[in-house]
């Protein structure tokens, strides 16, 4: 129901910084549930973070708190990730998606993705 695209990727230090952005199409943006998602080389997708429809709710995975920052824009139709401290062990292609009403940590409940941006965090 809601075409994603993510941008903002790409090859970064470790220690340093990044922020990803998801720009959605539609006018009831506002109507979903957003997460980010990730998949690194031979390993499974992976839930990262996600924010509820108003924003005034986020949860994350307990590999990225403290580290990365999800928010949202309705009025923009974008959702960003804010990614700092970043280790090896992010390099990942990072998905945005979309979902009705509730918050949900498993990638299936999500109906809508992006296709992905790359992440490469390097020594």
């Known amino acids: 129901q809601v075409q994603l695209v993510e941008s903002g990727g790409g090859l970064v230090q470790a220690g340093g910084s990044l922020r990803l952005s998801c720009a959605a199409s539609g006018r009831t943006f506002s109507n979903y549930v957003m997460g980010w998602f990730r998949q690194a080389p031979g390993k499974e997708r992976e839930f990262v973070a996600a924010?509820?429809?108003?924003?005034?709710?986020?949860y994350y995975a307990d590999s990225v708190k403290g580290r990365f920052t999800i928010s949202r824009d309705n009025a923009k139709n974008m959702v960003y990730l804010q990614m700092n401290s970043l280790a090896l062990e992010d390099t990942a292609v990072y998905y945005c998606a979309a979902r009705p009403r509730i918050i949900v940590t498993t990638s299936h409940l999500y109906d809508d993705w992006g296709q992905g941006t790359q992440v490469t965090v390097s020594s």
């Open positions: 924010i509820n429809r108003s924003g005034s709710s986020t």
